[in-house]
């Protein structure tokens, strides 16, 4: 049992939070298996950014199996199954357009809307995790940070270019992101945290990127509207 800051206590060793955590767990543990793959296919589509890549792909991995010790920290086993089917519609997006060479919508599922996701995740839940667990997060918010930054670089860059392409690829897969967070908000809430502050933080990074990139305010009102309604 912990005592939170904000006066609430949460039973880390109960049956209804380790049911709760092994899907948790699972979902970021497949998440940086997933985001290790796609730096590493990133990496076959943009070779003058192998190096810089392949460096992300490898965080990735650390990232996993300190995640992987979290649940072991718990005596929880992780619902893997559960998480690749939560990632799958996103995971399919990647894989149709790295096939077909569509770096920039590569960019947008990978670099903006998983790592802002994650990020949201790891922002809220750092206050109200155990002790071991909290650690572990806080390191990995930080690398999270450098790897979406590495999209808005390349996406600003070259972003008269990558418009038409990213509005698309926004259209097409932000509305799967409010699904995500639907999918998960029970289980979310079992560990005291809250949906609509997991919204308000991905809503948050999600449109400083679009900015960063270079989209208007306008712009950016539009684009997170998508499927909006679903969460």
């Known amino acids: 049992m912990q005592q939170l800051a904000d006066g609430l206590e949460i039973d880390f060793q109960s049956e209804t939070y380790k049911d ?26 943009l070779p003058d950014h192998r190096d810089d890549l392949i460096r992300l792909s490898k965080m ?41 060479g569509n770096v920039v ?19 809220i839940y750092i206050p109200v995790a155990d002790a071991f667990a909290r650690k572990i997060t806080e390191g990995v918010v930080k690398d999270e940070y450098s790897h979406l930054n590495f999209g808005e670089v390349w996406l ?17 897969n932000l509305p799967i992101v409010w699904k995500m967070l639907n999918q ?8 005291a945290m809250e949906k609509e502050a997991l919204v308000e933080d991905f809503m948050i ?13 306008r712009d950016i009102m539009r684009l997170s509207a998508y499927g909006l309604s679903a969460a």
């Open 20 to 45: 709760a955590y092994s899907r948790i767990n699972a979902i970021v543990i497949e998440g940086e298996q997933e985001a290790y793959e796609n730096y590493i296919t990133l990496a076959e589509l």
């Open 105 to 123: 919508t590569c960019l947008l599922i990978q670099s903006l809307i998983i790592e802002c996701f994650a990020i949201a995740a790891y922002n």
């Open 156 to 172: 600003k860059a070259n972003f008269e270019a990558s418009k038409a392409e990213l509005e698309e690829a926004n259209r097409q």
């Open 60 to 100: 990735e991995s650390r990232h996993k199996k300190g995640f992987e010790a979290c649940g072991r920290n718990l005596n929880v086993t992780p619902d893997l199954q559960f998480a690749q089917e939560f990632f799958a519609p996103l995971h399919d997006n990647f894989k149709v357009a790295a096939a077909q």
């Open 205 to 217: 990074q999600y449109g400083e990127a679009l900015s960063n990139i270079g989209f208007t305010t």
């Open 184 to 191: 998960v908000a029970a289980d979310a809430e079992v560990l």
